[in-house]
């Protein structure tokens, strides 16, 4: 593998006046045990656009993303230091209730991960939890988000049948739905599309499409085209640095970075 | 000789050693049942046991063992429950957890003659419970526990982590993310180990011995207060079982009808147990298609 110089950066910023920001992390820093997997990363991620992460296997995108919404908090090993900021509060801090700030920032992982229970189960479990009781709020509640999903004319005749029945690429848009059940400000999508087939991606493509106008997503893809395709910003990791993070049209045509040129081009490694 | 040649020998010897093992367990089953059977009528399940002459039955002996499996599995299910919770889903990775598990394992590697000879010093002698049913459960429990134990853990552990990291980005507590989502979904392997340890229970004769003793006491069906001295509930009483029966009047009963009377408690014995091993198997499937494809209508 080329050597590429991991000080040379070129990262966006974003003036208050110019966009707003869902989310941004500073000076962040993953560590599993001994071993640093992210060292250091600044971003800023505007609100109601789709930010997307590219990288090579190991570059540390998952775990970065990861660790946006906490979840790296699962792994005894895990230490992440830094600020990531939301709403002008640090969520890193150890005092922050994270159940609470996981029904702002939602997450959808790489394989489809519906509960065992039903359709309809799986997209009000949470939200019951949380105290919404009402039948008709939770009906409306299901057939929204199914919508939303792009879902619910598949499935709005066997909603009480079990999930697990669906096929991938439903299963994973069950998995959007459940996910802004909770009405979240910000979705986490960990290469949400690299379990399913051609079709099945695009047809979860067009649901993030959609969803931009009610969320800010940020979503990490192996896959250059989904980010072309589907994303407004991409940032480019590379040994658990964010090398480069620009408009998505300028990373796939005019990169600033010679790595990012190589990754986008094929040329890489 | 071809690969296929090889193939089909290899499969010809592995057809053999299976038929080998279920010839014997079928001959043995049928043994029992044949030789048993015969003697197996509602007023040999009724009635009390005699000791010295003909005609008794096994019915105090079959209360006694039902009775010690409802109360062993009142104490050991809820925690094993706690501890196979505790051990799968919040137990961090460090010495004294490894320690907890270790134990866990010679604990149910242990002979149950070992664990009834322990049961019988602590519970029957140290705290004054004597010969009794509350010895008995006890001393099952300590037996049970640990394979109950496991049984949990593993159940649990079997559940994709994918599913807790479903509930936690759902914002949903760890509690809730265990108790409504990872158990609901190993319901039906933790029931299946829980019927198959009450199957395992209800035919422990050697740690019952020192425990629960090796008399049944007549008992009064008609008066249910748990704290008269003839009560079926009482659980100090002293409380011999099925298995602990079979063993006795193969060891020294004298009564005419021993040895019938043997292989019909064996015959009933060896019902039960089935009985339970096929109802751990129906109502675990039955069980996890319930909780798979949701029961619940209309909700």
């Given at each position: 593998m080329k050597d590429y110089d991991l000080t040379k950066t070129s990262i966006k910023t974003f003036t208050a006046a110019e966009q707003e920001i869902a989310l941004s992390t500073e000076d962040l820093h993953v560590a599993y045990g001994d071993h640093e997997q992210i060292k250091g990363v600044t971003l800023q991620f505007p609100r109601y656009k789709i930010s997307a992460i590219i990288g090579s296997s190991g570059s540390g995108k998952s775990t970065y993303l990861r660790s946006l919404n906490r979840m790296n908090d699962e792994i005894q090993t895990a230490r992440v230091t830094g600020k990531i900021m939301y709403r002008g509060l640090?969520?890193?801090?150890?005092?922050?209730?994270v159940f609470e700030m996981r029904k702002h920032i939602g997450m959808v992982f790489q394989r489809p991960n519906p509960f065992a229970k039903s359709i309809y189960d799986n997209i009000t479990f949470a939200p019951q939890r949380h105290g919404i009781k009402g039948k008709q709020e939770l009906d409306q509640l299901v057939e929204t988000t199914l919508q939303q999903a792009g879902l619910w004319n598949e499935v709005k005749d066997t909603l009480?049948?079990?999930?697990?029945?669906?096929s991938g690429g439903q299963q994973q848009r069950l998995c959007i739905a459940r996910a802004v059940a909770m009405k979240p400000d910000i979705l986490l999508l960990?290469?949400?599309?690299?379990?399913?087939?051609p079709i099945s991606t695009s047809v979860v493509e067009d649901t993030l499409a959609q969803l931009k106008e009610h969320y800010t997503l940020i979503i990490v893809t192996h896959n250059m085209q989904q980010a072309a395709r589907i994303s407004d910003y991409t940032a480019f990791f590379h040994q658990g640095v964010a090398l480069e993070y620009a408009a998505t049209s300028k990373i796939f045509t005019?990169?600033?970075i010679q790595a990012t040129d190589d990754y986008v081009s094929g040329h890489f490694g | 000789m071809n690969v296929k040649q090889q193939d089909k020998l290899a499969t010809g010897v592995l057809y053999t050693i299976a038929s080998l093992i279920i010839l014997v367990l079928a001959s043995l089953l049928a043994f029992i049942l044949i030789q048993g059977l015969p003697r197996v009528t509602w007023h040999f399940l009724t009635t009390p046991a005699r000791s010295?002459?003909?005609?008794?039955?096994?019915g105090i002996q079959l209360f006694n063992s039902f009775y010690l499996l409802v109360l062993a599995m009142l104490i050991s299910v809820p925690l094993s429950l706690g501890a196979g919770i505790y051990l799968s889903e919040y137990a961090k990775k460090n010495w004294l957890t490894s320690l907890i598990r270790t134990s866990i394992e010679i604990l149910s590697s242990l002979p149950s003659v070992v664990v009834g000879l322990f049961g019988f010093l602590i519970f029957v002698i140290q705290f004054k419970f004597g010969f009794s049913i509350l010895s008995g459960a006890l001393v099952l429990t300590v037996f049970n526990l640990p394979l109950l134990t496991r049984n949990v853990e593993e159940s649990l552990a079997s559940i994709s982590s994918m599913q807790r990291e479903a509930g936690l980005a759902l914002g949903l507590s760890r509690w809730e993310t265990v108790t409504r989502i990872i158990v609901p979904e190993a319901l039906p392997g933790i029931t299946t180990g829980m019927i198959l340890g009450a199957g395992r229970v209800f035919g422990e004769a050697a740690a019952l011995i020192?425990?629960?003793?090796?008399s049944a006491p007549a008992l009064d069906f008609t008066n249910w207060n748990p704290f008269y001295i003839a009560s079926p509930l009482n659980p100090l009483r002293p409380a011999e079982t099925l298995a602990v029966h079979i063993w006795k009047i193969n060891s020294e009963g004298i009564m005419p009808d021993a040895v019938a009377v043997s292989a019909g408690a064996s015959a009933v014995l060896i019902i039960a147990v089935l009985l339970f091993n096929l109802s751990a198997r129906w109502f675990g499937q039955h069980l996890y298609q319930k909780m798979t494809s949701s029961g619940k209508k209309g909700a």
């Open positions: 640090d969520i890193n801090r150890p005092n922050i209730d009480h049948k079990s999930a697990l029945a669906l960990d290469e949400p599309a690299s379990a399913l087939d005019k990169p600033a | 010295f002459e003909a005609g008794g039955g096994i020192y425990t629960a003793g090796q």
